[in-house]
């Protein structure tokens, strides 16, 4: 099997799991949307993808107007990472942006975004400063959130996938993903 056979083959399964998730929680929804043991109905979802990124939010834990905004931030193609959320805005020597998440509207951050990967640092030739990255693959990002009333909220998606081997996407800044908030929770606005 060839590199770009290789490829493919990971972007199509990526894209089944990613299939069979959406089918399993629609199927969860069409049975009471009540997952085993009670738990509550299915959290809204929805993604895009942008610059080899596939990025997956999720609205979850909603209770008395609070919450919990999850991204996921998968790319694309084998060997890629994403830059830290404490990477400064321009990156380190203009390598690099950060993974960033924020909220703006009927929605306000309650606390600080959360990566679910360890940093690991990189050195880049030409700069001297070492770079923070998460292991290459997915890296899930956590935002505590408030909401202030009913009313549209967007949340704005940044980031930036590069591999040591193949060189870097162009960066993602403040990509909208619009929210409706409500007294009974937040629900994703259509693409």
Known sequence: MNVSQYIRRSRTARVSAALLTSAALAALAACGGRQAGGAHPSAPTTSFTEQGVTVTLTVSDWHASTG???????????????????????GVEGVGRPTAMAVSGAVRADGRLA??????????PG????????????VTT???????????????????SCSTRDGCTIPVSDHPVHLRVTADGATFSPQ
């Open 68 to 90: 919990t905004l999850s991204a996921v931030f998968t790319p694309e193609r084998e060997g890629f990472h994403l830059y830290s959320t404490d990477l400064p805005a321009d």
């Open 115 to 124: 990566a679910s990967a360890e940093v690991r640092s990189i050195t880049v």
């Open 127 to 138: 700069v001297e400063a070492p770079v923070p990255v998460y292991p290459d693959g997915p």
């Open 142 to 160: 956590t935002l505590p959130v408030r909401a202030d009333g009913d009313g549209e909220a967007t949340v704005l998606l940044g980031y930036a």
